[in-house]
């Protein structure tokens, strides 16, 4: 879909939805690890999230109201990742999905034995190939401290953008120029060693939810890299160097170290 937006539809879209200046920046200081982006940067991202909220719905479910600010915090997350990447990464979905709380998805699978299982646990956020992004909306509040260590939205895009090619398996489309073999061997040193620092039970800085498995490895991640990127960095800088030529972005480097007064 986003390969048929021709530039000159792209201007109309962009000339025609705006969002507003206040809004906009309303949103923006919500996000603290994005309001150190630069001038430049920002311009580009709030494109995005036109584009972005131009093609996607958000709607809300169970009689929750999406407000306008809701909806850029939502759109601007999302974009994030996809600041320096084709926002073709995106397409084949209609909707993201925002409960006021927790929610029970509404699927069933079959295991080998052919024995049919419903979910019933509740759930924060959901994300499935071709199907909608699904969110709490407290849950995706709570990204406004990254004390929370979570960031709901990026998680979920990290998740779709990993199922463009399949199940989500912690290894995305990668460009030419990437090595699979070198996003493997990165990925798999440091799960392998924080699945240990978890069976140990010791305190990590990375959510030990990260442990679940590759795609959730590469999901929470996902969050710290663009949240908090000096921790990612100091924790598995060989990640920290796939995931910058991945995403096409270096976030530690917009970080400013304050002395202490
Ligand atoms: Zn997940």
């Known amino acids: 879909m986003w390969n048929a937006i021709t530039r000159w539809r792209r201007r109309r879209i962009l000339s025609r939805a705006m969002i507003p200046d206040e809004l906009w920046e309303e949103a923006v200081a919500l996000r603290p690890f994005v309001s150190?982006?630069?001038?430049?940067?920002?311009?580009?991202?709030?494109?995005?999230?036109?584009?972005f909220l131009h093609a996607k719905g958000i709607v809300g479910a169970q009689g929750h109201e999406v407000t306008p600010l809701q909806r850029v915090v939502i759109a601007l997350e999302a974009c994030v990742l996809v600041l320096e990447l084709d926002m073709a990464l995106y397409d084949g979905?209609?909707?993201?999905?925002?409960?006021?709380?927790?929610f029970i998805p509404d699927w069933e699978w079959e295991d080998e034995a052919g024995v049919v299982h419903r979910n019933d646990e509740p759930m924060v956020g959901e994300a499935m190939p071709g199907g909608p992004v699904v969110l709490s909306w407290p849950d995706v509040e709570a990204g406004a401290d990254w004390q929370a260590e979570?960031?709901?939205?990026?998680?979920?895009?990290?998740?779709k953008i990993d199922m463009r090619d399949g199940e989500a398996d912690g290894c995305p489309p990668l460009p030419a120029g990437m090595s699979v073999e070198a996003w493997?061997?990165?990925?798999?040193?440091?799960?392998?060693?924080?699945?240990?620092?978890?069976?140990?039970?010791?305190?990590?800085?990375?959510?030990?939810?990260?442990?679940?498995?590759?795609?959730?490895?590469?999901?929470?991640?996902?969050?710290?890299?663009?949240?908090?990127?000096?921790?990612?960095?100091?924790?598995?800088?060989?990640?920290?160097?796939?995931?910058a030529r991945f995403y096409r972005q270096d976030p530690a480097t917009r970080v400013t170290v304050r002395e202490p007064d």
């Open 36 to 51: 150190v982006y630069t001038v430049d940067e920002l311009r580009r991202l709030r494109e995005k999230v036109v584009l």
């Open 93 to 102: 979905f209609e909707n993201v999905i925002v409960y006021p709380g927790e």
């Open 150 to 159: 979570m960031n709901l939205v990026i998680h979920e895009f990290a998740h």
């Open 184 to 243: 493997a061997s990165a990925l798999t040193s440091a799960y392998e060693d924080f699945c240990a620092r978890v069976d140990r039970d010791e305190p990590t800085a990375i959510d030990p939810y990260a442990a679940e498995s590759a795609a959730e490895f590469f999901a929470v991640l996902s969050e710290v890299f663009f949240a908090d990127p000096l921790v990612l960095r100091g924790e598995y800088p060989g990640v920290y160097d796939q995931f």
